[in-house]
């Protein structure tokens, strides 16, 4: 039975592997780049010893060099989406063209028939997101040095989580799949609702997950740890304060603070770099266990519904 | 029992929009070919998928060879094959990967009749599916239901969609399956002219009901076309159902399902062809002039 | 070897067809005694009809005298003087009908007046005689 899942289902593996190759066509080559920039700049060691201003301009002509790319690269946070929604195409064409009436009626059971196309399905969606997560993670490993692992780019591209989305992404196309039996209005909508589920949990659920903490300290001082919230700066004196957030999870610790940085007071909400893990596990199993309940319902519906 | 291969009894199917099939009860006779026939949107896919095990019912019963083709469908599938309407396939597959797919997925399969059936009929096996003609498509889906070695084989308006060759070509391959194999076969249509040929029993279902099940033969011996001078049928309708009736300013005819002979000698008597019985049923509807009530099974 | 055909509008059954089909096969010297009749599988794959229609002529065929089904080897033309008339009964037979065509047309019958009476006359070949 899965020979014939997977033989059914080879155009959207290519596809996706396809996509998977490009991607590794970019980033190969980039990604050797970066890295040995990083260390032939001497910048990992910047780091480790807390240098100031001559490290700080390396840092920043380094970024500026490679900021292009990176910001490209943070939309590759949308390819779990498409690899999930790309690889639920078979499943939903089976039932749009009716060849259901065919696979269904041969010696095997539609039960069985569902277990294994839908476990190949699942299969293939770990095993592919599997592998952009730990490409980008060697890809942005110079930066998660620099900026932390929840800098925004970094998290949501090269961390578990990726399997969660893909997953994520999967279980909605298959149920969409199930209820309208068109691929391509269930494929698209599908990639919507994943984009639509992304920016709620990344702006909203994802600091409820795991609390960030507060602090407050004067003087900017080269952080010991990696944050990123909502950085607030109170000048003393006169002039404007500035802080710079970022984005979900907040943004780098540089700032552009007027006047004397030592006499400013920082109030800042983050999230320590030890908190990495709990989110990146918290949330992979958000989107998991929605997969899961989204993809039995699609098990259940084509299994008693579909006639 | 085991001389009839399909019983069912009291059959419904509801969808969310209203019944699809009604008080469906019939018995199909192992080894016959019976036609199911009705206008579209009467219930034969329904009945049909029913049968094969594809649909659950609401109501009533079906049993195939004995058995429930939905919860004992383990055992039920390897002995039915089946074409679905337009008689889907996987269009980007070779004829012979489809077959690979009737080899995986079926534990009796007999490759090579398979392979000999396309080779006969100049099939290449390592074209693309997608890029067959209707009729050859056809064929492809009917090989895979008989390389199962079915006892009994559903087809779902298999000619519907073909040319008159094609037509002829498949329904061959039907028969020459049956006069083979013994296999009992159930195929639904629209169009009724050809079927007397082909088939030996036939089933009319109109409205989502059954109106006549039964051997051809008996179904035309059954029935008589009456004309007479302008009068009222019910003398008649004491004694026999009156299906149809018609009248002109000085002449009444009237199709009538006899039971027994017709004596009465004001009617001139003249036989009626399939095709003329199974219209007048498909076009019955109760509160119509014609009251008779005829619209039981004709027992087989 | 006899070759079938079938007339789907002609109004008679098809088993019938084929019995007829065999007489005349057989009056004609067309089928000859120990001839082997088409099997029932050669007969559906050149007609597409049903394999009982076949089964119900020979049966027939059998019933009449005409042929002799042997289990698991086939349906042969039995042995027998052939049912048609001797050559002057012929002679005499058709020169009555062409009198009597004659007639019918001087009485004011058309071609298919005189079809009409002679489909009447020649009915119970038909079989299903009513009542």
């Not at chain 1, 610790?253 to 320590?272: C, E, K």
């Not at chain 2, 050809?194 to 051997?215: F, K, N, P, Y």
């Not at chain 3, 019995?19 to 057989?26: G, K, L, P, S």
């Not at chain 3, 599988?41 to 229609?53: D, F, G, H, Q, S």
Request: proline letters at 4%; a neutral charge.
């Amino acid at each position: 039975m899965s020979r014939v899942a997977w033989r059914l289902q080879r155009t959207e593996t290519a596809v996706v592997a396809g996509i998977l190759a490009l991607l590794a066509v970019l980033l190969i080559p980039t990604g050797i780049q970066m890295a040995n920039a990083y260390h032939s700049d001497g910048l990992n060691a910047c780091r480790a010893l807390n240098i100031g201003p001559s490290c700080a301009a390396r840092i920043g002509e380094f970024q500026s060099r490679f900021q292009a790319l990176t910001v490209l690269a943070n939309w590759f946070t949308l390819v779990p989406g498409l690899i999930g929604v790309l690889l639920a195409a078979p499943f939903i064409l089976d039932l749009e063209h009716g060849t259901y009436r065919l696979a269904w009626t041969q010696g095997i059971t539609r039960r069985r028939w569902l277990a294994g196309k839908l476990g190949i399905l699942v299969l293939t969606a770990v095993v592919a997101s599997g592998a952009l997560a730990l490409l980008m993670a060697w890809w942005r490993s110079p930066q998660a040095d620099l900026n932390g692992r929840l800098d925004t780019g970094v998290y949501d591209t090269a961390g578990i989580v990726v399997v969660g989305y893909a997953l994520f992404a999967l279980g909605v196309a298959l149920v969409l799949g199930a209820l309208w039996r068109r691929s391509a209005a269930s494929l698209t909508v599908a990639f919507v609702g994943y984009f639509a589920m992304r920016i709620f949990v990344d702006y909203w659920l994802r600091n409820r997950l795991v609390s960030p903490l507060q602090g407050s300290w004067r003087g900017l001082r080269q952080p010991q740890f990696l944050y990123h919230a909502q950085i607030m700066s109170e000048s003393g004196g006169s002039g404007k304060g500035g802080f710079k957030s970022g984005g979900p999870l907040g943004g780098h610790a540089q700032m552009a603070v007027p006047g004397n940085a030592s006499h400013t007071l920082f109030h800042a909400v983050y999230q320590p770099a030890s908190h990495f893990w709990p989110l990146q596990l918290s949330e992979t199993a958000l989107f998991t266990g929605i997969a899961a309940l989204l993809i039995a319902f699609a098990a259940w519906w084509t299994h008693e519904r579909i006639a | 029992m085991s001389d009839i291969a399909v019983r069912t009894s009291e059959l419904g199917k509801r969808y969310r929009d209203g019944w699809a099939l009604r008080d469906c009860t019939l018995e199909i006779p192992a080894g016959s070919v019976t036609a199911l026939v009705g206008p579209n949107g009467a219930g034969k896919t329904t009945l049909l998928h029913l049968v094969i095990g594809l649909s659950r019912q609401t109501s009533g019963t079906v049993e195939v060879l004995g058995l429930s083709p939905r919860s004992d469908a383990k055992a039920v599938l390897p002995r039915l094959g089946f074409v679905a309407q337009d008689h889907p396939l996987y269009r980007a597959l070779t004829i012979a990967e489809t077959f690979t797919l009737g080899r995986r997925l079926n534990a009796q399969w007999d490759e090579g009749f398979a392979r000999e059936r396309a080779g006969r009929l100049g099939l290449d096996l390592d074209k693309k599916v997608g890029k067959l003609s209707g009729g050859q498509q056809a064929q492809v889906a009917l090989t895979m239901a008989l390389a199962k070695r079915p006892d009994v084989l559903v087809l779902d308006e298999p000619v519907a969609s073909l040319d008159p060759l094609a037509r002829r070509e498949f329904l061959n391959g039907v028969l020459e399956a049956v006069v083979e194999t013994g296999m009992t076969v159930i195929l639904s249509s629209h169009i009724v002219s050809e079927l007397e040929r082909v088939c030996d029993h036939l089933i009319t279902l109109a409205d989502s009901r059954t109106q006549l099940a039964g051997s051809i033969r008996e179904i035309v011996a059954g029935h008589r076309l009456l004309t007479g001078p302008r009068s009222d049928a019910a003398s008649v309708a004491r004694i026999h159902d009156v299906i149809r009736e018609t009248h002109t300013e000085r002449q009444t005819t009237l199709l009538v399902r006899a039971n027994g002979h017709v004596y009465d000698s004001c009617w001139e008597q003249h036989e009626v062809d399939l095709e003329e019985i199974v219209l007048a049923y498909l076009g019955y509807r109760p509160g119509m002039r014609d009251t008779s009530p005829a619209r039981e099974a004709v027992p087989s | 070897m006899i070759e079938f055909h079938l007339d789907a509008r002609s109004g008679v059954p098809a088993y019938l067809q084929l019995v007829q089909q065999v007489r005349q096969a057989i009056r004609l010297g067309i089928l000859r005694e120990g001839d082997q009749l088409p099997t029932v599988k050669e007969v559906v794959a050149m007609l597409t009809i049903n394999p009982n229609t076949v089964l119900h002529a020979y049966r027939q065929l059998d019933l009449e005298g005409l042929v002799d089904g042997r289990r698991g080897v086939g349906t042969f033309v039995a042995a027998g003087p052939p049912t048609s008339p001797p050559v002057d009964d012929l002679k005499a037979l058709r020169s009555s009908l062409e009198r009597w065509v004659a007639r019918a047309r001087a009485a004011g019958l058309d071609d298919e007046g005189i079809r009409a009476v002679f489909a009447e006359a020649v009915r119970p070949e038909t079989e299903s005689r009513v009542a």
